[in-house]
């Protein structure tokens, strides 16, 4: 739901459909701002597909999405029940794993003004960015 371009609250499927819904939910927060548009969603995309990939997600799960512009800010959550147990953190060398991605939080640590990442006791794993425009 997007309420005068200001806030944008969704619950995603936890399947492939996901990222585009979500970069489809973000586009009004941007108004004609092209730069913050691409930066949104990209940044959006790649911390719902870390959901997907690395959240131990079952059939039925949702990744929760929530998004707010403030003035200059605008400020995304992404939720998910992170059944996997694993921590999210940033890999020292992407290239040297399974040479498939690596490459997310980093990109979102290159781009966003402020993010974090963090287990949240009894209720899954919540990442975050921010966006100063």
Known sequence: MVDDAKEAVLA??????????????????AGDDAQLRDQ?????TELVTNSLRHGGLQPGDRIDLHAVRTGATVRVEVHDPGRSGREPR?????????????????????????WGAER?????VRAWFELRH
């Open 90 to 114: 940033l890999r020292v060398d992407p290239r040297s794993l399974d040479g498939e991605g690596g490459f997310g939080l980093r990109l979102v640590e290159q781009v966003a003004d402020e």
């Open 12 to 29: 995603l499927p936890a399947d492939v459909s996901a990222p585009a819904r979500a970069r489809q939910a973000l586009v009004a927060l």
């Open 120 to 124: 949240v006791p009894g209720d899954g």
């Open 40 to 44: 949104l969603t990209l940044l959006t």
